[in-house]
């Protein structure tokens, strides 16, 4: 493993020697660490020997959210030693014996191995074990397909800007592109580089011929998590990218069976991984991708601006959706599918506009007997132009905008990173309380109020 080695004594000199031994190499060794060291240098992992070396708890929790392994060597009453042990990252002894060397040398193998995951280690890092516990099994929905009934509406900016919110509050997220018409993941996240695509992934999995069932599913979790693409700068964001996907008309891949098997199987690799998985699905709902990719979905994100052709669409995409189901699942089910999954988020909302607009699309729905209520319960404000635009025009993907308003904490992106993660919650209850331990949000509950009778206050006794 590539290493930075943190410290400036003997025993970090030993150390140096020691790791050296045993294949590993010293990318550098530095007695105090900033966060502007993880561009300067490559390396995977960071030992730190605390007593040797000046380095803060945050820029370690920087240094795991890019992905970095941490060990920590230190004395019993040193404040790293207790940080380290309560976050679980692997903690040892100083000055370091020849048993906890090999310890050290042991965890460190299995980071390479894969078994100390870098994700597990920003999460328990950003968080501490508790809210990561609570995290894991507060998720009410893992399934999130992201659409829209009309173009234009900003599903992929919601779709991407939803991931990189969980990804940053701690949550491993599983972003994929299943926009057959207008597949832009790529773009959002400045890929240039992927391990596959999703036309990749289905050009494989239909080349296959038709194994035995039980044997092809304990073969595929696996395959489908190698899909993804990890990044190198956020540990718990994985992505599949659509590229190509206006090929998805290939007479080759209209095997509708087998088109949902891969996408539920993306959906489950993720979800049995211990995340989330979000899919940008295309407008039109019978193409097969898209059908297959809402049909598994728990949770359906309709996007909507609040505008009259929106909300038309909406209808039409809502009728539409109950009429096909009903056929397959009857009527009863074909609503209890539709009320308990849809999950409507106006975007750029100026101001109250998404109320009469809510109504009206409420209206609509009646009109033409569909007694189905629909809560808005996402609503995102319009952002300036310029900011929209250098979301997706600059070359770092962190100018995306949640990720931009986590380091720059623009007010201009403030109520939209606050919307954009009360709508979250919709998904992972605790994530709003994951977003303000990762610094993504100044306050758990919302901005704090100032109390109009503070003054009030200091005149009584
Ligand atoms: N909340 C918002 N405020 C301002 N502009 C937005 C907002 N959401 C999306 N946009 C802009 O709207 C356009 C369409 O967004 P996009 O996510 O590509 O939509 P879709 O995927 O539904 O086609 C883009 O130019 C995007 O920057
Ligand atoms: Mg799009």
């Given amino acids: 493993m590539q290493i930075l080695l943190l410290g400036a004594g003997a025993v970090t000199a030993r150390l140096n020697l020691l790791l ?8 550098a060794q530095m007695a105090a660490f900033t966060p502007s060291h993880l561009d300067l240098f490559d390396f995977q992992g960071i030992v730190v020997v605390s007593p040797e ?50 310890r050290l040398l042991a965890e460190i193998r299995r980071a390479e191995a894969g078994n100390l995951a870098a994700d597990e280690q920003y999460r328990r890092a950003v968080l501490g074990s508790d809210l990561a516990a609570r995290l894991g099994s507060g998720m009410a929905i893992r399934k999130i397909a992201v659409t829209s009934p009309k173009g234009g509406a900003g599903k992929t900016t919601v779709a991407v800007n939803l991931a990189v919110a969980f990804a940053l509050s701690g949550v491993t997220t599983y972003l994929v592109d299943a926009d057959a018409n207008a597949g832009a993941i790529q773009y959002h996240l400045r890929l240039e580089r992927a391990h596959t695509s999703m036309i990749g992934l289905l050009r494989r999995e239909l080349a296959k011929p038709n194994l035995s069932t039980t044997m092809g599913e304990i073969a595929s979790g696996a395959a489908y998590l190698e ?7 956020l540990a718990t964001l994985r992505v599949l990218p659509g590229l190509v996907m206006d090929d998805l008309s290939d007479e080759s891949l209209q095997d509708e ?62 009728a539409r959706m109950l009429g096909s189901l009903s056929g397959m699942v009857g009527r009863q089910a074909a609503y ?4 308990s999954r849809v999950k409507l988020c106006y975007n750029q909302v100026l101001g109250k506009d998404f109320k009469a607009a ?14 189905l209520s629909l809560a808005p319960n996402g609503v995102l404000p319009m952002v300036a132009a310029h ?15 949640v990720w931009r308003y986590k380091r720059e904490k623009l007010e201009e992106l403030e109520g939209y990173t606050e919307a954009l993660l009360s709508f979250a919650t919709h998904f992972v209850p605790a994530v709003r309380e994951g977003a303000s331990r990762a610094g993504l949000l100044i306050s758990p509950h919302g901005r704090p109020r100032s109390n109009p009778f503070a003054w009030l206050r200091k005149l009584l006794p």
């Fill in 358 to 371: 809510h109504r009206t699309l409420q209206a609509a729905l009646y009109e033409d007997e569909i007694d």
């Fill in 53 to 102: 070396s000046a380095v803060s708890t945050e820029s370690l929790v920087q240094a795991a959210e890019r992905g970095k392994v941490l060990f920590v060597v230190a004395g019993t009453g040193d404040g790293l030693a207790a940080w380290a042990n309560g976050v679980g990252v692997p903690a040892f002894a100083y000055p370091i014996a020849e048993v906890e060397s090999d």
């Fill in 387 to 401: 900011l929209a635009a250098h979301g997706v025009n600059s070359d770092r993907r962190d100018d995306i905008l």
């Fill in 257 to 318: 069976e087998r088109i949902t098997a891969v996408l539920g199987g993306l959906y489950e690799a993720g979800v049995s991984s211990g995340g989330v998985v979000i899919m940008d699905v295309g407008i039109n709902p019978a193409h097969v991708v898209h059908r297959a990719a809402l049909r598994l979905a728990e949770g359906i994100a309709i996007v909507i601006k609040p505008e009259i052709p929106d909300l038309a669409e909406t209808r039409r995409w809502i």
């Fill in 336 to 339: 209890e599918f539709v009320g």
């Fill in 227 to 233: 899909a993804f693409t990890p990044l190198d700068d």
């Fill in 20 to 27: 050296a031994e045993h294949g590993h190499s010293i990318a």
